[in-house]
């Protein structure tokens, strides 16, 4: 065979080796294509979408904002598994099926822990409401394998339902300590890598896919996505996520065992093949009444030995000590000094590792109470006080000296001891119900220091705020500048121009253009733009209705117009207002210079926002400062009197929507809340 011939048959076998690799990949495509329609038939109906209005803290107020996240619906009855990070602060949650339905839903229970929630859909609050909802079953993570197929399901970035699909990459993932360790990961005092370790995968998710269902090929839920690190995804083994799901269903909580121990790897010369090494001891703890002691190594917990060579082993220790019936005494066997110790320990509920905060509004913050949990991390003997979690600027405790802080405690007002955020309301109560204001001495720890200070309460008089009001010029004028003079061939002469005559001036007396130079033959000793304060302050220093000779230049000729100041209309400081804590806002009756500034004629019925707080149920309806309220409910809005009734009305009616007409620089739109009643 000649050189020609032996090229031609090697450009042969590539031609059939590439037909032969394409028609492989399609055939792979076509098989991947009958996975997913087979997944997507089993879990795809049981898919959600999760629309939150979740409440956080901050500056001295709960704020509210718009987050989402995905689930899967679990039982006919319409039970949905997804993270506590979507979930876990909902003050109201929507759900969108497959089908496009939304359908409310109440938060049932969630655990921090282990990032896991359980909220329940509400099937009457449909257009078309079901008797039993389509689901999605378990499966058993214990059996995964890595390079398993899998697909992730969910709804990033808000968006309908989506599925992508990749291969397991690991079972036992922790977060590495080069970025920051098993206890980085901090969910509300949580961390949740002391217990958890994810199934890696590389199914493509982003943000909105925490709470998604991570599915294997016989369309069993096998894990729940929860994090993203290094372009890879992170869930939680089904296995785990069901057992806390089952809890959280049948009692709305998960109990869990505390014995008062931290605990590491073994360190790297030690040679031991078990075990792992307490690093503290909790005073008073179950581990220190039995004996033990920082430095031992426990090879036995409960019957079971313990391993703890690497990183990926602690967690399961600490899950079996989580686990272990709570009031029940186990035996315990330790390594001291390489003796070999048994003990007996009686384990203990651990309880929350943080309570709910709450908004102390007369005091400007926020504070919560104080668990077991945070006793010993701040090394405390005690829970009575209260923890302040944030802190209002320019509110009470703002402005105390000095001022209180976030992780303050709050332990004695006026004396009196406060062993919690109750007994602190109620002596609020009591010390302010005879006065508007009362400034209290309040005693506070801040860290292991005793600190005093005073925090005057209430609210000051605005009736103090009114003012005398005097005569007023009901128009806009300009500076006469030297320049601007001189261009109007007036040179040297001084005064204001009118550049805008507000509705008031309906006489004809004056016209737009006109130049002041004299008011009662004094002149307006005005001529560059810093003199802007001196015609105002002219005209101040006359009466209301009295009649003032103003000399006036007119195209160019000069003469005398004798005009009566009304008075000063009355300032927005001084304008009724009416506020609502619930959905945070505050609104006030227009002013005449409100309407001037929004170019609208006098007779504008409406009420002015005066605050829309962030994070409130207006400010999540897109509602700002400034706009103002023409109709709620499709009730007309007069002035902030309408408004009050009909916001009292509604709080006894607790409608599930609430629908507002609003108006904004020239365009008018409606606004919908639903709020959390």
Not at 23 to 37: H, L, P, W, Y
Not at 218 to 235: F, H, M, R, T, Y
Not at 655 to 665: A, I, Q
Request: aromatic content about 6%.
């Amino acid at each position: 065979m000649n050189i020609s011939q032996r090229c031609w048959c090697l450009v042969l076998v590539v031609m059939l080796f590439l037909q032969a690799q394409e028609k492989t990949v399609q055939q792979d495509q076509a098989n991947n294509q009958v996975e997913i329609r087979k997944v997507m038939k089993k879990v795809y109906p049981a898919l959600v979408r999760i629309s939150v209005v979740t409440a956080f803290v901050a500056q001295g107020r709960e704020q509210k904002a718009f987050t989402s996240g995905s689930g899967a619906i679990i039982s006919p009855d319409g039970y949905v598994v997804t993270n506590h990070h979507v979930v876990g602060g909902a003050k109201r949650i929507w759900c969108t099926l497959s089908n496009k339905e939304e359908v409310e839903a109440d938060l049932i229970g969630t655990d921090a822990l282990c990032d896991i929630a359980i909220i329940k859909l509400k099937p009457w609050t449909m257009r078309v409401p079901v008797r039993s909802f389509a689901h999605a079953s378990w499966g058993d993570s214990n059996e995964l394998k890595i390079g398993q197929k899998v697909f992730a399901m969910g709804s990033p970035g808000a968006i309908s339902q989506t599925v992508t699909y990749g291969i397991i990459g690991n079972l036992n993932m922790v977060i590495p300590k080069a970025i920051g360790g098993r206890n980085s990961f901090m969910l509300d005092g949580e961390a949740v890598g002391s217990i958890v370790r994810w199934i890696i995968h590389d199914a493509t998710i982003f943000g909105g896919n925490s709470g998604g269902p991570l599915v294997d090929l016989d369309g069993k839920i096998i894990g729940i996505n929860e994090i993203g690190i290094a372009g890879l995804g992170g869930a939680i083994p089904a296995n785990t996520a069901k057992r806390v799901a089952d809890s959280l269903i049948k009692k709305g909580y998960v109990e869990r065992t505390w014995i008062g121990t931290r605990v590491q790897t073994l360190l790297k010369s030690d040679q031991r093949l078990y075990g792992v090494l307490v690093s503290n001891v909790t005073k008073g703890s179950p581990a220190e009444e039995a004996g033990i002691q920082s430095g031992d190594i426990v090879v036995e917990f409960n019957g079971t030995r313990i391993s703890g060579r690497y990183e990926e082993q602690i967690p399961v220790f600490n899950a079996l000590v989580f686990d272990t019936p709570i009031d029940t005494e186990v035996p315990v066997t330790v390594m001291r000094n390489d003796k070999e110790l048994k003990l007996k320990l009686t384990t203990r509920a651990r309880g929350k590792a943080k309570e709910l905060d709450h908004e102390v509004l007369s005091w400007g913050i926020t504070a919560r109470n104080l668990t077991k949990l945070n006793t010993v991390r701040l090394r405390r003997d005690s829970k009575k006080g209260v923890f302040i979690s944030s802190v209002r600027p320019g509110g009470p405790c703002g402005q105390a000296k000095p001022s209180l802080r976030v992780g303050d405690i709050i332990t004695k007002i006026s004396g009196m001891e406060v062993n919690d955020l109750n007994a602190m309301l109620e002596l609020t109560k009591k010390l302010t119900a005879e006065k508007k204001t009362t400034t209290v001495v309040v005693e506070f720890e801040r860290r292991k220091d005793q600190y005093l200070t005073a925090v005057q309460l209430g609210e000051e008089d605005k009736d103090s705020w009114a003012r005398a009001r005097k005569a007023w010029f009901p128009a806009k004028v300009q500076v006469l500048t030297t320049p601007l003079a001189k261009a109007l061939g007036l040179e040297g002469k001084k005064g204001v121009r009118i550049t805008r005559l507000y509705p008031q001036l309906t006489d004809g007396d004056f016209r737009l253009g006109d130049i002041i130079t004299h008011l009662n033959e004094v002149s307006i000793d005005a001529s560059n733009t810093s003199h802007s304060e001196v015609f105002p302050t002219m005209i101040r220093r006359f009466r209301a209705r009295k009649k003032v000779d103003f000399t006036v230049i007119r195209d160019g000729k000069e003469l005398k117009v004798n005009y009566k100041l009304p008075k000063s209309p009355k300032p927005s400081a001084e304008m009724k207002t009416y506020v609502n804590e619930h959905f945070e806002f505050t609104v006030r009756n227009m002013a005449v210079m409100d309407k001037i500034a929004l170019n609208l004629p006098q007779d504008y019925k409406g009420a002015l926002l005066k605050e829309v707080r962030t994070g409130g149920w207006l400010s999540l309806a897109r509602i700002r400062t400034n706009d103002i309220l023409l109709s709620i409910n499709g009730e007309k809005i007069q002035n902030v009197n309408d408004v009050k009734k009909i916001m009292e009305n509604l709080h006894k009616e607790k409608p599930s929507s609430v629908v507002f007409y609003v108006y904004r620089r020239g365009t008018h739109f409606y606004a919908e809340a639903r709020p959390k009643w």
